[in-house]
């Protein structure tokens, strides 16, 4: 993966490559999202989730596929729920560090950290697919973050809003178009779009972000808490229909 870059000219930390932990091993450093994805969703902030989660899944669904496979040959009998549950716990301990990749104050260092955490509770829902046999590289997974993220209340209008998205990707390879306007203004509207694709309580973390003191109070649970309640919906929608619910776990 390449480094996260600057926004607004913020410096970012190192993006670590993708490593061959499970996510049921040891922490993993916090992944931001790719330079070239920066780029579009600054250029395109109106569509930044529906380019966020076309670039997942190209990129992150076959790290989660990778993993689903070397998990159940490490871990031979192992349920699709345990393996859902490694990967929750895994992405939401993730979550909680993500507001601190940046160090960056103010509205570019609130739009870094929303975009960081919108990417990791991505990189979660594909891992989540992959511990119940979903294909994580379908395009339909770009459908379903949408959907899961709350940015779509129904497929439908997420399919659209991705076509849309996509096409837009085509039209500025071939034609070279880049958006011009304000920096201040598409750091706004890039910070709304992500605030929302990562969950209504990560909002808190961009106020945590311009107010000085907020951060300690709010940053890791807002994280951490929209995480979960993402891992929660998307057990719920991977889990086969006929599966019996797990029972308690034991210590």
Avoid: C
């Avoid at 902030?45 to 989660?53: C, K, V």
């Avoid at 304000?182 to 311009?210: F, N, Y």
């Amino acid at each position: 993966m390449t480094d996260t870059p600057p926004v607004g000219g913020q410096p970012a930390a190192p993006t670590p490559q993708p490593s061959g932990t499970s996510p049921a091993g040891p922490a993993e450093a916090v992944e931001g999202p790719p330079a070239r994805l920066w780029d579009r969703m600054r250029d395109d902030p109106q569509y930044a989730p529906e380019h966020l989660a076309l670039e997942a899944v190209r990129r992150l669904g076959p790290e989660a596929a990778q993993w689903a496979g070397r998990a159940r040959a490490e871990q031979p009998g192992v349920s699709a729920d345990a393996l859902a549950d490694q990967a929750a716990r895994k992405f939401v301990n993730l979550a909680r560090l993500s507001g601190a990749v940046s160090g960056a104050a103010g509205l570019p260092g609130a739009v870094l950290d929303v975009g960081v955490l919108a990417w990791t509770q991505a990189r979660m829902v594909l891992h989540i697919a992959a511990a119940y046999d979903v294909d994580p590289l379908h395009t339909d997974r770009a459908t379903d973050l949408l959907v899961l993220q709350r940015v779509h209340k129904v497929a439908e209008s997420a399919r659209l809003a991705l076509g849309v998205a996509a096409g837009r990707e085509r039209a500025d390879a071939l034609f070279g178009l880049g958006g011009h306007r304000p920096l201040g203004r598409v750091m706004l509207q890039l910070s709304v779009r992500l605030a929302r694709m990562a969950g209504v309580r990560a909002a808190k973390r961009m106020v945590a972000k311009i107010v000085p003191g907020a951060a300690i109070v709010l940053g890791t649970w807002a994280n951490s808490s929209a995480t979960k309640e993402l891992a929660d919906r998307s057990r719920e929608l991977y889990r086969p229909r006929d599966a019996a619910l797990p029972g308690p776990r034991r210590s």
